[in-house]
Each structure stands twice: as structure tokens, then as C-alpha cells.
Nanobody
Framework: QVQVAESGGGSVQPGGSLKLSCVVS????????VAWFRQAPGKEREGVAA????????VYADSVKGRFTISQDSAKKTVYLQMNSVNPEDTAMYYC??????????????????WGQGTQVTVSS
């Protein structure tokens, strides 16, 4: 059983930075895959970035490559999403999700069965 809890959202100006955190509660952390998703009003939930705890393999959506960085602190069982050079299109509810099964794309929301409550990110001047 995996549980996640995210935090760190807020309001930021265009061009600014924000760091989200996701604490993962699981017996064997090295088996998890953790991803960040976001959903803006009226839009589908989209994968932003994901990481495999075992080997640090990461994947990113094209829309955030070069601006966002996903990382982990395995000792703290925590995954981070560093968001730089944000723009208004990054405004959304951000969700952390985790799974221990290997099947499915790392950025496919249907492949995850443990979700946090979400944290709002608003980019506005």
C-alpha cells in the first residue's frame, strides 16, 4: 500500500520558481514510481514528470523540459518538483501519484493507483 501527500503550491509571478514536495509512505521505497500530474480547469489531467526510485530514471512532458526538474531524497522518501521559469500556462492543480507496479507509461495517469489531494499552483502577475 502506497500513500502520498504533496505540498508546496502557491502563487508565483511569471518567470519565478516554486518547489513542490511529495512524501511517499511505503514499506519498500526503492520499488516505487512517482509522478507529478497537473490539471487546469476544463482540461484533462496531464503528466508533467516522473521518476523511478530504484535507478533515478526520469521522464518529462515536452511542455516542461528544461524548466522543471524532478528529484528524490530516498532517505526521506520524498520526491520534489522544482519549477523554474514558470508561465501562466503552468497554472493548475498539481498532484503527486505513486505506484509499485512496473506496467504502464510513467506519465499515464491511469497507471497510478495512489494519489494525493493536490496542491494549487497559480502563475500570475
Amino acid at each position: 500500500q502506497v500513500q502520498v501527500a504533496e505540498s508546496g503550491g502557491g502563487s508565483v509571478q511569471p518567470g519565478g520558481s516554486l518547489k513542490l514536495s511529495c512524501v511517499v509512505s511505503v514499506d519498500t521505497y526503492r520499488n516505487v514510481r512517482v509522478a507529478w500530474f497537473r490539471q487546469a480547469p476544463g482540461k484533462e489531467r496531464e503528466g508533467v514528470a516522473a521518476i523511478m526510485a530504484l535507478n533515478d530514471i526520469t521522464v518529462y512532458a515536452d511542455s516542461v523540459k528544461g524548466r522543471f526538474t524532478i528529484s528524490q531524497d530516498s532517505a526521506k522518501k520524498t520526491v520534489y518538483l522544482q519549477m523554474n521559469s514558470v508561465n501562466p500556462e503552468d497554472t493548475a492543480m498539481y498532484y503527486c501519484a505513486a505506484r509499485t507496479t512496473p506496467d504502464g507509461s510513467l506519465l499515464n495517469p491511469s497507471a497510478y493507483n495512489s494519489w494525493g489531494q493536490g496542491t494549487q499552483v497559480t502563475v500570475s502577475s
